[in-house]
């Protein structure tokens, strides 16, 4: 598919943030690339909440058009649609809006650690389609809709550590997390991390660990996939999920200067983890042939490994570094799958083999612990230039008493 038209920002208004616009084997899409495909952009709120985050927001957006005067241009689907606020509300570039004193903005300290923001959006990838489950009562869709939760660096005091729960839950504590919705960001970019949910999963079922990992200086996306997710549970379609990961980081690096999250994705330091099915997905898009992406600088498989070992496309791996991780008690996903594939993947492999961990407790208590910091060091070195992050990597697994570290 061919890039979508684009039409120089307008400065002119600053907009209300629109959010970015789920059993027979269905049809493979072909797999989309860096840059294809175009979006669909929904409301995420009602019209008061819209109105408030208008005036939230309206003094960052124009401090921010500056990108507009330097030759930014956005498609002109996009800008149809942030036309449309006057639905919504919005505000002009007078007086009332100028007037915001620098002094009123939150100060960014040097970071990390930095405060964590939250911003929930709805992508719609009108390019590929989503097959219909009959088995869920699922229609086929001529679009894949993708649910998007993005935990990022914010500005402000970074206050408390967030917690990691003693316990796993899919819906990932809601309650208890300590980002703030639309928070001002941190000023960047950063490194982004799509992480994927397993089967019949979703993407807030990671918000404990990505809260740490935003704190840490990383834009992390979340994302609820079309027909795997809670609720349809169709793991046939995670052959298409490389695309939707594809799709996401297209389009946060796409976000318009007056959106949220503009400039705030480094699109030179990418990586891309998953747990259990999400495992599988990043596999692919790591190291197959079929879906791989060159945006990719690292992968973290949880849990999990390819579908299909034998599966055609693995045969000229790229040397993207991957951090594995699974727990020896898992009764779903057996060790054995991460223990080989620490030969049978070509590039640079650390493996955290969690001692006591089953397939979802790899994530919570200690366990969850040891696995964050040993993620952020594995990121640090891979994505932040900074290799002397893993020096000490060893020694601290094996002094945990939780586990040991592997290389390949």
Known sequence: MGLEPTTPCLQSRCSSQLSYSPQPQGPVNTPRRPGSGTSTLLPAADDAERTAQIARHCAMSLRRASACANGRTVPAARLLVALAVGLFGGCSDGPAASSTSSSSEPVTPAGPPFAVGRHDLVLVDTARAAAAVPAAGVPAAPERTIDLI???PAAGE???????????????DPDGRSAVVDAEPADGPFPLLVFAHGWSGRGGSFLAQAESWARAGYVVALPTFPLSRAGIAFSDDYVNQPGDIGFVIDELLAARADDLLADLVDAAHVAVGGHSLGSATVFRMGYNSCCTDDRIDAVIAVSGGPI???EPGYGNQ?????LLAHGVADPGVPVAISDAMVTFITAPVTYLRLDQADHTSVFVGANGELFNAVVLAFLDAHLKGEPAALDDLARMVEDSGLAELREG
């Open 150 to 152: 993005v935990i990022y």
């Open 158 to 172: 970074p206050g408390d550590v967030p917690t990691i729960p003693d316990a796993w839950s899919e819906v990932g």
């Open 308 to 310: 299909d070992y034998a």
């Open 318 to 322: 790229p040397q993207t570094p991957m």
